[in-house]
């Protein structure tokens, strides 16, 4: 055993991998994922395998740090996201996705908030030409096909995990909502919560009104500088992004990040300078970019928070074989 910087004591390696709850969480995760990729084989989506390294990655992870390694004499970073290989990706294809391990130093505050890993996997979905209300749309289909699958393929998982299926079902029940990110600042802000409305909403107001929500819904428009420079500015709103998180309901936070990237070579130059960022970084990208890289929308929906939520469990550190969480040196 030991106790991580949210006070939990964890198992050792051994009681977490033959424990029966461990089990049937890792066959519902594999289910899910299943399908998954069912549902977007339908969809005519192309599955590639992701880079795990690279010159650059997202420069978007809130908070988070990035890991660098020595690539002979290069410093490279291992990938928080893979955002910038899915919009190259669509030079050769139109619908693909990915199933992405990502790397990130999160800071020691989210030890407590029960749904951040170090080490974790998004499925990672992208369309060329498509726009934000297109990845909703996919995002809210597969989510709910996902609940289904769970539901008729993992049905003895669940018992053993004590899942109440009655909380799944609601997610099909009725289409996701949509709510401005300046709505939901000013919810926040009505409960009390002292939520900042130019910045991401924070970790403890997505649980408050994730704990309040009935059914999934999004959250969108988010302003500019809240997010990565690749997120695309509404030309109709100044501003604002063409950006949306779904968030679930229950206390599980958000699921998703998504939106309608930047395409446009000059736009992006602009993006990256106003970040403070320098843009020789992104020279690869960015000569792409200025060839010509497709328009496109897409999503990153967190495998472990999915499982959780899926599972009904405590923490998304149960929802993987090898939990690696801020601060805890495992194996």
Not at 124 to 141: F, L, N, Q
Not at 287 to 306: C, D, K, Q
Not at 326 to 331: I, K, L, S
């Amino acid at each position: 055993m030991s106790t991580n910087t949210a006070g939990e004591v964890l198992p050792t390696p051994r009681a977490h991998l033959t424990s029966a709850r461990t089990r049937a969480t890792m066959v519902v995760k594999n289910t899910f994922l299943a399908g998954a990729r069912e549902f977007l084989g339908q969809e005519s989506f192309t599955e590639l395998l992701p880079p795990i390294i690279g010159p650059v990655t997202d420069p978007g992870a809130r908070g988070a740090k990035q890991v660098d390694i020595d690539f002979y004499g290069h410093r490279y970073k291992l990938m928080t996201s893979g955002i910038l290989y899915k919009q190259a990706s669509l030079l050769s294809f139109d619908k693909i996705f990915h199933v992405a391990p990502n790397v990130r130093l999160e800071p020691m505050e989210t030890a407590v908030t029960h749904r951040h890993l170090v080490e974790f996997h998004q499925l990672d979905v992208e369309i060329a030409e498509g726009s934000r209300e297109d990845a909703m749309d996919v995002a809210e289909r597969l989510t709910k096909y996902c609940v289904e699958y769970v539901l008729l393929h993992a049905q003895e998982q669940l018992e053993v995990l004590g899942r109440d299926v009655n909380e799944l079902k609601r997610v099909l029940d009725a289409p996701y909502g949509r709510t401005p990110h300046a709505s939901a600042v000013a919810d926040l802000q009505g409960r009390g919560h002292d939520q900042e409305p130019n910045s991401e909403i924070d970790w403890q107001g997505e649980e408050i009104i994730s704990a309040a929500a009935e059914h999934p819904f999004f959250i969108t428009d988010y302003p500019k500088g809240s997010r990565g420079f690749y997120d695309k500015e509404n030309p109709a709103d100044p501003g604002v992004l063409c950006n949306f998180d779904l968030i679930f309901p229950g206390g599980y936070g958000e699921m998703m990040s998504g939106s309608e990237r930047e395409a446009d070579y000059r736009n992006l130059m602009m993006r990256i300078r106003e970040t403070g960022e320098n843009p020789a970084k992104y020279e690869w990208y960015l000569t792409l970019a200025r060839e010509g890289i497709p328009s496109s929308a897409g999503f990153g929906l967190g495998v472990e928070r999915f499982t959780r939520f899926l599972c009904g469990l405590d923490a998304a550190w149960q929802a993987t074989a090898y939990p690696k969480l801020p601060g805890d040196p495992r194996p």
